[in-house]
């Protein structure tokens, strides 16, 4: 699956919208008692980490401690019992005294994008490039609530600790999910939020196609009763014209083929056939249900395959073969291409 990255489409916008959530530059204390609270909390620290922070570093408003940070645990993990902690400690004293010098702009930073939010129509050079406060509660949240919470539309963001995690997270405080899981918890979450709601339109596509799918459905059924038809248990049904003798290709192997596909009412979809011009292809670089074939077929062989929509394209509409569609094939495997 794609990866969504919602971190870098608006890393650098969120600060308008998370001050006028804070009435200070005080950072609001984790508490992750439920989903929506660790999802918000982690959210913010992965904005931090992933983006805000090289923004910030950009404005010259703080210096990093990655760098001071990655030295260090370099130092640690090679170093011995004895030194361990005499290394963590110089570790916690350089990170305070960087927090310390990043303080004053830092806050002077949160407190612009405050002004920013409620400045109206006034400019001023600080925050005149900060003033998106609306941009993040009218595209950016919306879009981000949609993409963790798929179609439960009764949970959001909270924004406090969405706050508590970026702020914690800019300060370098400790921190109740770090950095590197905190980004890969969103991630995570985001993934199986796509997937749900991938499997709700799924569920509402079957609905609009039911007539189509119980015709398959009955065709297949009636179809594994003829005699020479064989089932196999992923539902594949194919029948053998003519018996190869040559070898079988494997997963990592190349085909030569000649196929003619049709759907049920014997519209012909694709047809190297009627092009006189055989196909060459990976066997994994086909639908499932070739491939289970493929891998059974011995060169030379010819097989009619039924192939169930799960086997197919599943839900995908591709003009003239429609979601759910249930495929009919006659393969001839011709070789096994070196």
């Known amino acids: ?10 890393a650098f916008m969120v600060g308008g919208f998370l001050l006028a959530s804070c009435g200070n530059n005080s950072t609001p204390k984790a508490s ?6 660790s999802i918000s909390y982690a959210y913010g620290v992965s904005l931090a980490d992933q983006r805000l922070m090289q923004y910030l570093e950009q404005l010259g408003i703080v210096e990093s401690s990655s760098e001071i940070e990655f030295e260090y645990q370099r130092k640690i993990s090679e170093a011995d019992s004895t030194q361990k902690e005499s290394l963590q400690k110089e570790l916690k004293t350089k990170v305070d005294s960087l927090n310390k010098v990043n303080a004053p702009k830092l806050n002077d930073f949160l407190k612009g994008l405050k002004e920013a939010v409620n400045a109206g129509e006034k400019k001023s050079s600080y925050i005149q490039g900060l003033s998106i406060g609306n941009q993040i509660t009218q595209q950016m949240m919306p879009q981000f609530n949609s993409l963790v919470f798929a179609a439960d539309t009764t949970k959001k963001v909270n924004n406090d600790q969405l706050v508590a ?4 997270a800019l300060k370098n405080q400790e921190l109740a999910i770090s950095k590197l899981d905190a980004t890969s918890y969103v991630q995570n979450r985001m993934e199986a939020a796509q997937k749900e709601s991938q499997m709700k339109t799924e569920e509402d596509l079957k609905s609009q196609h039911k007539e189509s799918l119980e015709e398959a459905e009955k065709f297949l059924e009636e179809n594994a009763k003829k005699d020479g038809v064989v089932v196999l248990p992923s539902g594949l049904q194919y029948e053998i ?8 290709p494997s997963e990592n192997d190349q085909v030569k083929v000649h196929y003619h596909g049709t759907l049920l009412d014997g519209t012909v979809f694709d047809s190297s056939v009627e092009r006189n011009e055989p196909a060459v292809f990976g066997v994994t670089q086909v639908i499932p249900g070739w491939t289970e074939a493929l891998l059974l077929m011995p060169v030379g062989s010819k097989w009619k395959l039924y192939i169930p929509y ?3 394209y599943g839900a ?23």
């Open 316 to 338: 995908d509409d591709r003009g003239a073969i429609k979601p759910f569609s249930t495929l009919i094939f006659d393969v001839e495997l011709l070789g096994i291409e070196k």
């Open 241 to 248: 014209i003519k018996n190869g003798s040559g070898a079988t």
């Open 165 to 168: 995690g970026l702020i914690g």
């Open 1 to 10: 699956m794609k990866k969504i990255n919602l971190l870098a489409l608006c």
């Open 310 to 312: 799960d086997l197919a």
């Open 32 to 37: 992750l008692k439920n989903e929506v609270d």
